[in-house]
């Protein structure tokens, strides 16, 4: 079925660095989402992305829509304790069944 | 009040085992959705209920039922429980049309079947 190619799987990063993480497929979406996964509890939205070539922050983070609309990358500077989790990409169509494809998430670890 | 809530948190069950999870939201949603999470983290949908009514079904297992008996509520009940069911499984909720800004997660349910 559909899949989204979240890299990289895994990030270890020093307190302060900046990190960036993408989302691609090879199918088009007309919207990417990034949500974040803390232990033990459900995905949060972080951002929403409707328009190719869109860029939108919120805080720290910053997100992308790919112009070919098949990819997507989030970015978030002076990483913090808090930003260690799971950030998840996901897509969604337009046609057909409205349905999220998530990628396989990237785990972030922050060494004070 | 927390928006989408599940429960139990929990499940630790035998195989072979019947067991079903319970899905509340508070916030108006019509749309209603259960998704799994396996150990690699993977979240894949499984089912989708718009007011009521199953909308999306991802191919799983018919021992997985879905009964949704108001708009609020979305449950799922696991048939003859095997080890691979072993997961976390997320409700969510949605106004309809998907508006992906408001999709909420509730808390997950961990269910392990020994």
């Known amino acids: 079925g559909q899949q989204l190619n979240q890299s990289p799987q895994s990030m270890f990063i020093q307190e302060g660095e900046d990190v960036s993480m993408n989302c691609t497929s090879s199918s088009i979406f007309n919207t990417w989402l990034w949500y974040k996964q803390d232990p033990g509890e459900g995905p949060v939205l972080l951002i929403a992305?409707?328009?190719?070539?869109e860029l939108t922050s919120n805080g720290r983070l910053t997100a992308q829509f790919g112009i070919t609309r098949k990819d997507s990358f989030l970015n978030i500077s002076a990483s913090i304790p808090s930003d260690v989790g799971i950030y998840f990409c996901a897509g969604l169509r337009s046609q057909g069944a409205q349905k999220l494809v998530f990628g396989q998430g990237t785990r972030l670890t922050i060494n004070p | 009040d927390t928006a989408v809530s599940q429960t139990p948190k929990y499940l630790v069950t035998q195989m072979g085992n019947d067991k079903s999870i319970k899905c509340e939201q508070n916030l108006g949603h019509d749309t209603m959705y259960w998704y799994k999470q396996d150990s690699k983290k993977f979240l894949k949908i499984m089912f989708s209920y718009n007011n009521k009514e199953l909308i999306i079904n991802e191919t799983v297992p018919n021992r997985f039922s879905p009964k949704s008996p108001d708009k609020a509520h979305l449950n799922l009940h696991i048939n003859s429980l095997e080890l691979g069911d072993s997961a976390v499984y997320f409700c969510?909720?949605?106004?309809?049309?998907?508006?992906?800004?408001?999709?909420?997660f509730g808390p997950g349910t961990r269910l392990t079947v020994l």
């Open positions: 969510a909720s949605s106004p309809w049309p998907i508006h992906t800004d408001t999709q909420y």
């Open positions: 992305l409707y328009k190719a070539g």
